[in-house]
């Protein structure tokens, strides 16, 4: 569990590890710093809990996510906003997204997350069918993620963005390849893993994309898009033939999420 307070220009976070059977706490500790030292607390609380987990993290990798974060703390507020407002998946609550990440790139036109961020509203709209002019929005989370790219070509979900452009132009071995490089540098983004198995499939390499899909879901069995992750396996087994576990799959997806109708 996580619970941040903003305490005039400070920041707190109480940080939990809660174990998900019997709800036993197995650790907590609390941060506190300045509102314009958030990057660096970041990378404190990031080193902290690998500690703590007794999972080797290189301190070259936690000062990378450092440099790659806006120092700007008005610029990483309206990131947080955007995110929270981007999850509720309604066009307007979109729109309003992209507003925010337009805002935050007015603060530090080198954020390269707000650019991921544009970029990524713009695939929204054509993934749920919102956007009036695709090609418009193609070309503008384009030009968005290429700002992304330019300013820090190894940043999570960066490569993983260029990847759904591609695939959104129909480019599909480009897609994988970006997907790939996504996770060569951030093994840990689920949605890349799933994507990667999208595009296995669409090159008829469905057997290969079952065990890229089956990866996003361990990595993140309680993910926001796991009725997409469903949805894939459905997709994969299908293109094998595999009907019975197709239609498991299918049922699995509409269990997560009755009143999907994309």
């Given at each position: 569990?996580?619970?941040?307070?903003?305490?005039?220009?400070?920041?707190?976070?109480?940080?939990?590890?809660?174990?998900?059977?019997?709800?036993?706490?197995?650790?907590?500790?609390?941060?506190?710093?300045?509102?314009?030292?958030?990057?660096?607390?970041?990378?404190?609380?990031?080193?902290?809990?690998?500690?703590t987990?007794?999972?080797?993290?290189?301190?070259?990798?936690?000062?990378?996510?450092?440099?790659?974060?806006?120092?700007?703390?008005?610029?990483?507020?309206?990131?947080?906003?955007?995110?929270?407002?981007?999850?509720?998946?309604?066009?307007?609550?979109?729109?309003?997204?992209?507003?925010l990440?337009?805002?935050?790139l007015?603060?530090?036109?080198n954020?390269?997350?707000?650019?991921?961020?544009?970029?990524?509203?713009h695939?929204?709209?054509?993934?749920?069918?919102?956007?009036?002019?695709?090609?418009?929005?193609?070309?503008?989370?384009?030009?968005?993620m290429?700002?992304?790219?330019?300013?820090?070509?190894?940043?999570?979900?960066?490569?993983?963005?260029?990847?759904?452009?591609?695939?959104?132009?129909?480019?599909?071995?480009?897609?994988?390849?970006?997907?790939?490089?996504?996770?060569?540098?951030?093994?840990?983004?689920?949605?890349?893993?799933?994507?990667?198995?999208l595009?296995?499939?669409?090159?008829?390499?469905?057997?290969?994309?079952?065990?890229?899909?089956?990866?996003?879901?361990?990595?993140?069995?309680?993910?926001?898009?796991?009725?997409?992750?469903?949805?894939?396996?459905?997709?994969?087994?299908?293109?094998?033939?595999?009907?019975?576990?197709?239609?498991?799959?299918?049922?699995k997806?509409?269990?997560?999420?009755?009143?999907?109708?994309?």
């Amino acid at each position: 569990g996580e619970v941040a307070q903003r305490l005039r220009d400070d920041v707190r976070v109480n940080l939990r590890v809660i174990e998900t059977e019997g709800g036993a706490q197995r650790w907590a500790e609390r941060f506190e710093g300045p509102r314009a030292g958030l990057a660096e607390m970041q990378a404190d609380i990031v080193r902290r809990i690998a500690q703590t987990l007794e999972i080797r993290l290189l301190d070259a990798e936690a000062d990378r996510s450092v440099r790659d974060r806006t120092l700007d703390p008005d610029a990483q507020d309206l990131l947080m906003h955007r995110w929270a407002l981007w999850e509720h998946r309604k066009p307007a609550d979109n729109a309003k997204a992209r507003e925010l990440f337009v805002q935050a790139l007015v603060e530090d036109p080198n954020f390269s997350l707000a650019w991921v961020g544009v970029a990524n509203t713009h695939l929204s709209d054509l993934h749920a069918g919102w956007s009036d002019d695709r090609q418009g929005s193609l070309q503008e989370a384009e030009r968005a993620m290429n700002r992304a790219y330019a300013i820090r070509p190894r940043h999570r979900d960066v490569n993983a963005g260029r990847g759904y452009v591609l695939f959104f132009r129909g480019d599909i071995e480009p897609a994988l390849a970006a997907f790939d490089e996504e996770i060569q540098t951030n093994p840990g983004n689920p949605l890349a893993h799933v994507w990667r198995g999208l595009m296995l499939i669409s090159l008829g390499r469905a057997e290969e994309a079952l065990r890229a899909i089956e990866r996003g879901i361990v990595l993140s069995p309680g993910d926001v898009d796991l009725n997409v992750f469903y949805r894939s396996m459905a997709h994969a087994y299908f293109s094998l033939g595999r009907f019975d576990q197709a239609t498991s799959w299918s049922q699995k997806a509409v269990g997560h999420t009755p009143t999907y109708a994309k």
